[in-house]
């Protein structure tokens, strides 16, 4: 796992830290070993956890009660502080024999098409939120798991990946990962290396400007949309492996850094 320790246990368990390895990096690499596991991300007494199985993102849980279904719900207006309240006093009733999700479905506040789609959106706002972790002990405990105690989603890996990076909160972080605005990539994929990631017909355009000439700079200044947009793009491509950075001496460094002088985006 890349710049993840191995920690030599009968768990095989792998050990990194989030602001060495952001979690986009941490999930391609784990995505390449196809292999089942729990990934965890812990920091200020918060753990949330990604189940991953055959490739997919199949559930995810969260230490934090914001992430919960019922404050979901509440948050994005799906039920209303009455219906969230009742719902509470009658899950506390059951002495932990039912979910909040069966509850809801129970008081026809939901059905149980809805309640999937609604755990759907859940999971993925708890997995997206890790992708704004800027640091956080993060570890991936390989092996299999009870899934009949799960719901299970089989969201592809490589596309949580794309919708993460589109949705990270902080442009100023996301060209950080990148590089200097004067940094070369080079396109590093086969065709049929795109065809798990969802990409649209104009983003894959996009790729295919990157060809080991273009800076970073010029790269964001040409995407299909916004700098901030074409940036998340461009590190969605790099966390996904489908784009390098070249190799470059000093002297053509100083020959780029002379050639983007001005308004860079990132840090010289």
């Known amino acids: 796992m890349d710049r993840i320790d191995l920690v030599s246990s009968s768990r095989f368990e792998f050990k990194g830290d989030l602001s060495a390895t952001p979690l986009p990096e941490v999930l391609q690499t784990v995505h390449h070993y196809r292999v089942p596991g729990v990934l965890s991300a812990s920091r200020d007494g918060v753990e949330k956890k990604i189940f991953i199985w055959s490739g997919d993102v ?9 992430d919960s279904l019922g404050d979901y719900l509440l948050r994005t207006g799906r039920i209303t502080q009455a219906q969230f309240d009742e719902s509470i006093e009658i899950l506390l009733f059951s002495g932990g024999n039912k979910r909040h999700g069966e509850v809801l479905a129970d008081m026809g506040i939901l059905s149980e098409a809805s309640l999937f789609e609604i755990v759907v959106a859940q999971v993925r706002s708890i997995v997206y939120s890790l992708f704004d972790w800027e640091s956080g002990e993060v570890s991936f405990q390989v092996g299999q798991y009870a899934t009949d105690e799960l719901i299970q989603l089989n969201i592809p890996t ?23 605005s004067w940094t070369v990539f080079d396109a590093s994929f086969a065709p049929h290396e795109i065809q798990d990631v969802g990409l649209s017909p ?28 074409n940036a998340k793009l461009m590190y969605a491509f790099f966390a ?28 010289e």
């Not at 490589?158 to 200097?180: E, F, H, T, W, Y």
């Open 202 to 229: 104009v983003e894959v355009q996009y790729l295919e400007k990157v060809n080991g000439v273009k800076t970073l700079k010029e790269l964001i200044a040409m995407g299909p949309g916004d700098a901030v947009a």
């Open 158 to 180: 490589r596309q949580v990946i794309l919708a993460g990076v589109k949705s990270m909160k902080d442009p100023k972080r996301v060209v950080g990962l990148l590089g200097p």
């Open 240 to 267: 996904l492996k489908l784009v390098s950075r070249r190799e470059m001496t000093q002297r053509s460094i100083k020959k780029i850094q002379w050639k983007t002088a001005g308004g860079d985006y990132a840090g």
């Open 58 to 66: 199949i559930f995810a849980s969260s230490g934090d009660r914001s």
